[in-house]
């Protein structure tokens, strides 16, 4: 069955830091790849995709991810992470064959400590 | 209109009442998906609509659970008897079918049962 894990639930990290949140997907075509953040409070909202072209890619806010297809992932990465990114991130796949699923993981709640 | 509208946005509902929680797309948007996330979870699949037709019931929790689009809009998640354990933030998303489109969410119906 399709899935997308998410293999840590909580990470904290200084103001300043590097980031990296880790997304694992498990679908055997090509999957089309997004990821999405809740700030506490606000809905979801669309940092950055993937569906094809270029592996690596840029979203808003300054982060971006890497799909590699070898190791079925899509890891999400900030170079300076500033406190206003503490938010719950969430990665999902898309899939076809007959119908138009959208599955996400279960999450990643990042902590910026100043 | 501009955005996913959702209402109500907060619902306190006795056990055993039915509730009914509506859901706006945006225009123009074929595909729709109900979720529910619970405190601290992630986002679980409910039911997937293309135009009024729901190829995937797959993540309905039971029964109790059902849900219906009329003209390619408006849907409306119904659940009855409810039970505490139903408690949730029932969001609702929509987008174009293509697969590299990504997906708008709405605010969410926060349900609580007493």
């Known amino acids: 069955a399709q899935s997308v894990t998410q293999p840590d639930i909580h990470i904290t990290v200084s103001e300043g830091a590097s980031l990296e949140l880790r997304c694992n997907y498990s679908?055997?075509?090509?999957?089309?790849l997004f990821w999405y953040v809740q700030s506490p409070g606000q809905g979801l909202q669309l940092l950055l995709k993937?569906?094809?072209?270029?592996?690596l890619v840029q979203g808003i806010k300054g982060f971006e991810a890497e799909f590699k297809r070898s190791q079925s992932s899509f890891n999400l990465r900030k170079p300076s992470v500033h406190w206003s990114d503490a938010a719950e991130y969430f990665c999902a796949v898309r899939i076809s064959g007959g119908y138009n699923k959208l599955i996400f993981g279960a999450g990643t709640r990042l902590a910026v400590h100043p | 209109g501009a955005g996913v509208s959702q209402s109500p946005s907060n619902k306190v509902t006795e056990k055993g009442k039915d509730v009914e929680l509506r859901c706006d797309p945006i225009s123009g948007h074929t595909a729709l998906y109900w979720y529910r996330q619970s405190l601290g979870q992630g986002l679980e699949f409910l039911i997937y609509?293309?135009?009024?037709?729901?190829?995937?019931k797959s993540g309905l929790p039971s029964d109790r659970f059902s849900a219906e689009r009329t003209g390619g809009s408006v849907s409306t998640l119904t659940i009855q008897r409810t039970q505490q354990e139903d408690s949730a933030v029932y969001l609702c998303a929509s987008t174009r079918v293509q697969m590299n489109t990504e997906a708008f969410f709405g605010q969410g119906t926060r349900l609580t049962v007493v």
């Open positions: 609509f293309q135009g009024n037709s729901a190829p995937d």
């Open positions: 679908y055997g075509a090509t999957p089309y």
């Open positions: 993937y569906f094809s072209g270029d592996t």
